[in-house]
């Protein structure tokens, strides 16, 4: 899969995808992600790319111009499947989303800053929207990050134990169970007997119902949703 992202400020996504899960899967040829610094298409020598907005109003808007320039110019070498801008007033990001968007082939990502983009690059290149909660980031290249990430962990041959995404939280609509790890006794607090009994089948029917258990109790509403 391939993901361009075109940004005012590239140098924020690279520390994010440059290490740990994101590396391999780059280093591996099973993700590539291109950054393109939007300032290329500035439209003075000065790098502007935003503008006041019409109507007045604090905060500034990005310009159409440099955002057409960009993506016109990305899309004559490759056909995006998606062209994503990350946004609050999007689609809440979610496990389903991430593995739709998993199965695409190209991916462009556009980010934010200020007051966010001009209305018409959104009703004329944007496809879809996706806001990575209901919080207000300072700029589009945080979420842009998360997005990669929870989307190229799920490509297979990524993660090292192929099952491993697919027991994550929210894969079933449902949270993880807990999980532990030796010693067996710390402080006097021990981990469940049943983990300790070797019956793979009892110790299965015991995560589903602490995972059924935990859903219940923190996050009723993912039993109610649609796989
Ligand atoms: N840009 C600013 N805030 C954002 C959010 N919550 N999700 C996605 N993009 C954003």
Request: with cysteine; net charge negative; charged share 25%.
């Amino acid at each position: 899969m391939r993901i361009d992202v075109i940004t005012v400020l590239p140098e924020l996504l690279e520390s994010p995808l440059s290490h740990s899960i994101m590396k391999r899967a780059q280093s591996k040829g099973l993700l590539q992600v291109h950054t393109h610094n939007l300032r290329q298409w500035a439209v003075n020598e000065y790098g502007q790319v935003d503008d006041y907005q019409y109507g007045g109003g604090a905060g500034m808007v990005m310009m159409c111009e440099p955002l057409a320039n960009a993506i016109e110019h990305l899309q004559k070498e490759r056909k995006y499947d998606e062209i994503i801008y990350l946004t609050p007033d999007g689609n809440t990001l979610n496990q389903k989303t991430a593995n739709q968007l998993s199965l695409l082939e190209n991916i462009l990502l556009i980010c934010g800053h200020y007051k966010g983009i001009d209305e018409r690059i959104r009703e004329h290149y944007i496809t879809r929207e996706i806001s990575i909660g209901d919080y207000v980031l300072s700029g589009g290249e945080l979420a842009a990050a998360v997005l990669v990430d929870a989307i190229g962990r799920l490509l297979p041959g990524v993660l090292n134990d192929e099952t491993s995404a697919l027991t994550d939280s929210f894969q079933d609509n449902l949270l993880s169970p807990p999980v532990y790890t030796r010693p067996a006794d710390f402080k006097g607090w021990k981990v469940p007997d049943i983990l300790l009994s070797g019956d793979l089948k009892k110790i299965d029917e015991w995560r589903h119902e602490q995972a059924l258990q935990r859903t219940e109790q923190r996050r009723p509403d993912l039993l109610d949703r649609e796989l």
